[in-house]
C-alpha cells in the first residue's frame, strides 16, 4: 500500500532529544526553541518568532494581538482548515467568506474590496499548498483599508513570492508543524512577527499574559499576570525534535519538488484532468500534488480505482461556509462558485519525503489507467 502520508523523520532526532534529557530543560525560551526561532528568524529576515504548541495557537495568538472583538469583521477563504477561522470566531469576530481563485485555490484578491466594510479589521491569507495569494494586492487593499494581514502560512514553509519567503509579508504569519507537513515535531507551529508594534504584547501573551519575558532579563523583579494570554509556547522536547528537521529543509523541500515536477510531466497530457497552475510570481515547496477531476463523482470512483490498487488519496477542505457550524456563524461576500466547485474535483496524490519516484510512476499509471478502464 502506498500511503498518503508519512511523517519525516531526519535521523537526528533522538540525538537531539537527548541533549535536552541531558540539559535537564524542558520549558520554553531554552536551546532549541531559541534555535528555531533564530533559524527562523534568519530564514525570513523577520523581526521575532516565537514557537507555539500548534498554527492553531499563532492564530489565536495573532487574533488577540489585533484586538479582535465582538462584531469585528475577519475576511478569508471558505476553502481552509478549521483553525483558520476558529482562531476569530474564539474572540467574536464575525467571519466574512471570499471566493478563490480556481487556479490557485487561494482567496481571490479581486473579490476582497467588495467585501470591505467599516467593522472589517484582518485579511487573512491562506497559502493553499505553499503556493502563494496575490500579496501585492492583498498588501495594497490593506493598506487603502487600514487593515491587518495575517498569512495562514501553515503549509508554506520554504515556499516564496517574489523572492520573499511567506510568512514574511504578512503583519503576521503563521507556521505548522503537524506531522502532516514538510517540516515537523508531531504537532507544532510558529508565529512570525514582522510588525514590530506587536513583540512585546506578543511575548506576554504566549506567557499566560504574564510579563515573565521580563522577569527572566531582569527587567523587573518578579513577574506578574499583565494581559489575556494563554500557554503558547512549545517546549524543548518538542523543538529539539523540530530543529533537526529546519536542519535538512533544504535537502527535503528539493526532494518534495522533484517528486511534484515527476507528477506534473507523467500527468500534463493526460485532458481528463487538471493540474496545479503555479503563477510566476510563486517558488511553492512541493508540500500538496493534486489533480482535479471532472465533478464529485469521477473523483469519487478515482479513489476507489486508487484504493484498489493499492494507493491512498485524499480530498481535502470541506468549505467552512458549508459545514453545520458555517452555516449557522459564518457569513459569504458574493457567491462561493468555485470554493464549491472545485474543492469536490480536488484530489490529493501521496506525496512525502521518503516517497519513491518509482512509486509516483506506478501512481501516475494507474491515474491514467482509470480513464482508459472505465
Ligand atoms: C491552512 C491551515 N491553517 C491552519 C492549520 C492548523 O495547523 P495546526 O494543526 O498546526 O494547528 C492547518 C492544518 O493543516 C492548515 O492547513
Not at 502520508?5 to 537527548?18: A, D, F, H, S
Not at 517558488?283 to 500534488?289: A, E, K, L, Q, S
Not at 484530489?347 to 519513491?356: A, G, I, V
Request: neutral net charge; proline residues 2%.
Amino acid at each position: 500500500m502506498i500511503i498518503f502520508n508519512v511523517p519525516l523523520i531526519t535521523g537526528n532526532e533522538q540525538k537531539y532529544l537527548n541533549q535536552v534529557l541531558k540539559n535537564q530543560e524542558f520549558t520554553s525560551g531554552k536551546l532549541f526553541s531559541t534555535r528555531c526561532c533564530k533559524w527562523i528568524e534568519t530564514l525570513l529576515k523577520s523581526e521575532k518568532v516565537l514557537m507555539t504548541n500548534s498554527c492553531a495557537n499563532a492564530l489565536e495568538m495573532s487574533a488577540i494581538l489585533m484586538n479582535i472583538s465582538s462584531g469585528d469583521e475577519v475576511i478569508m477563504p471558505s476553502y481552509t482548515f478549521v483553525s483558520t477561522a476558529n482562531a476569530f470566531v474564539l474572540r467574536g469576530a464575525k467571519i466574512v467568506f471570499v471566493d478563490i481563485r480556481p487556479d490557485t485555490m487561494n482567496i481571490d484578491e479581486t473579490k476582497i474590496e467588495a467585501a470591505i466594510t467599516d467593522k472589517t479589521k484582518v485579511i487573512v491569507a491562506v497559502h493553499y499548498a505553499g503556493v502563494a495569494c496575490e500579496m501585492d494586492t492583498i498588501l495594497e487593499i490593506a493598506k487603502k483599508y487600514n487593515l491587518n494581514v495575517i498569512e495562514d502560512a501553515a503549509q508554506a514553509i520554504m515556499s516564496r513570492y517574489k523572492g520573499k519567503m511567506l510568512g514574511s509579508l504578512g503583519n503576521i504569519g503563521c507556521y505548522s508543524f503537524h506531522e502532516t507537513k514538510n517540516l515537523h515535531c508531531g504537532k507544532g507551529g510558529a508565529i512570525i512577527i514582522n510588525d514590530k508594534k506587536f513583540i512585546e504584547r506578543a511575548q506576554i501573551i504566549s506567557e499566560k499574559g504574564t510579563n515573565r519575558l521580563k522577569f527572566l532579563m531582569n527587567e523587573v523583579d518578579k513577574y506578574t499576570w499583565v494581559d489575556i494570554g494563554s500557554s503558547y509556547l512549545s517546549c524543548e522536547l518538542n523543538t529539539s525534535f523540530l530543529y533537526s528537521q529546519l536542519e535538512m529543509s533544504e535537502e527535503v523541500t528539493k526532494k518534495r519538488i522533484a517528486l511534484w515536477d515527476l507528477y506534473y510531466q507523467n500527468l500534463k497530457d493526460v485532458l481528463e484532468i487538471e493540474l496545479p497552475i503555479i503563477p510566476k510570481e510563486c517558488v511553492h515547496n512541493g508540500h500538496i500534488f493534486y489533480i482535479k477531476l471532472k465533478d464529485l463523482d469521477t473523483r469519487t470512483k478515482m479513489i476507489e480505482y486508487l484504493k484498489d490498487n493499492g494507493i491512498s488519496a485524499a480530498f481535502h477542505y470541506i468549505p467552512l461556509h458549508s459545514s453545520p457550524f458555517g452555516k449557522l456563524n459564518t457569513f459569504t461576500s458574493g457567491n462561493m462558485y468555485y470554493t464549491e466547485t472545485e474543492s469536490n474535483r480536488l484530489l490529493r496524490l501521496p506525496l512525502f519525503y521518503q516517497l519513491q519516484f518509482e512509486e509516483v510512476n506506478y501512481i501516475t499509471d494507474k491515474v491514467k489507467e482509470f480513464f482508459i478502464k472505465g
